[in-house]
């Protein structure tokens, strides 16, 4: 793909271009700006599409991601971090993983009437549930929505083990039933910190809370015995790689207990997105990140190898891993996320059954 040396960027945007969607026979483009009087007309608000599920909680059986539960209340996310891999997931919709994908939210209005049947199941044993696996169950529309909030009251109300990740503060909204859940041992908050760097920030997840921001999500949910785990993710060398310790230190002195990270992977359509991202972003550097990139999983952006695709391989890898390590066990040594409970559960005999 070519690129222009200095391409006018797309600001409060993620994604800089729609990419083919595999799936559809036809498109709308602009092939010829010559002899248009006007130029093509695209509706770049954010659009809110309404699904009916007929269930709400997905199973992996991925050996990365042995038995993980989960729970996405949206599809599409506004934040529009450029690397995220659930943009691939929008294409089973009809839209694009780039620009759509912040655009266009599916919403799922009718996921705690789900979730409350899947409690009810006959022989459920509790399991802890994620939000979200794919996108963030506090993206901005949440507010309003209010459908994680209303997952979380039946978390609560079942006693059922659940662990949440986000970048978003809108989770100090629920904090009156994130701190019950906690006092039971039924809550994990994973905190998403990509880089302490604003300006980076800014074009990597454009409508996100800055970092500042979510080392007071991690303060204040700490200060009332919430356990959290701030997640470094993802790495991406060449560009934020440098700041893991900095990020680990800043969330263990604000609480944090635990930390994780992964390496980016650029499968599907995001390879060329964040391609395209890159060149107009950090020009100066582009191919170094992608060819950093590319060491990490066997010379390609993508990588679809378990064990390898989120962890990396290579000289780089290892030297990311080392630095992670290293950074935790001196910020974060003798700390450690409490086990969650799964003994506390109230079935459907034990309670009377909500109705919304």
């Known amino acids: 793909m070519a690129h222009q040396e200095n391409p006018e960027f797309f600001k409060g945007r993620g994604a800089q271009v729609n990419t083919d969607n595999k799936f559809l026979k036809r498109k709308y483009v602009l092939d010829h700006i010559e002899g248009l009087d006007e130029p093509l007309l695209e509706n770049s608000a954010t659009q809110l599409f309404e699904e009916t599920p007929k269930k709400i909680v997905s199973e992996s059986n991925s050996p990365d991601l042995s038995h993980m539960y989960s729970i996405n209340p949206y599809q599409g996310c506004e934040h529009g971090c450029i690397y995220c891999y659930a943009r691939n997931s929008h294409e089973y919709y009809g839209f694009s993983a780039g620009l759509d994908f912040e655009r266009k939210i599916v919403v799922k209005r009718n996921a705690p009437e789900l979730l409350e ?30 459908i994680t909030r209303r997952l979380l009251e039946l978390f609560l109300q079942y006693k059922n083990p659940v662990s949440i990740i986000t970048k978003n503060n809108v989770i100090l909204r629920d904090l009156d039933i994130i701190e019950e859940l906690a006092k039971l041992n039924l809550i994990h908050v994973n905190m998403s910190i990509t880089s302490l760097n604003e300006q980076l920030r800014q074009k990597l997840e454009p409508r996100t809370v800055t970092a500042s921001g979510r080392l007071g999500v991690i303060q204040k949910l700490s200060e009332k015995g919430v356990p959290v785990r701030v997640m470094a993710a993802p790495v991406i060398p060449g560009l934020n790689s440098n700041e893991l310790p900095d990020i680990i230190k800043a969330a263990a002195d604000r609480g944090a207990l635990s930390a994780g990270f992964t390496i980016v992977r650029l499968n599907g359509s995001i390879a060329e997105i964040f391609t395209d991202w890159i060149h107009k972003a950090f020009p100066d550097r582009a ?33 990311i891993h080392q630095l992670f390590k290293m950074a935790c066990n001196r910020f974060l040594a003798n700390r450690e996320m409490p086990p969650l409970n799964h003994s506390l559960f109230v079935p459907k005999s034990g309670k009377q059954i909500t109705l919304f």
């Open 287 to 319: 191919e170094k990140v992608l060819n950093a990139i590319r060491s990490c999983h066997g010379g390609n952006l993508n990588d679809s190898d378990f064990g390898r695709r989120m962890s990396g391989d290579g000289q780089i890898a290892q030297s």
């Open 117 to 146: 049947q899947y409690f009810n199941k006959k022989n459920y044993q509790p399991v802890t549930i994620m939000l979200s696996g794919n996108t963030d169950c506090y993206q901005p529309i949440e507010r309003k929505l209010k």
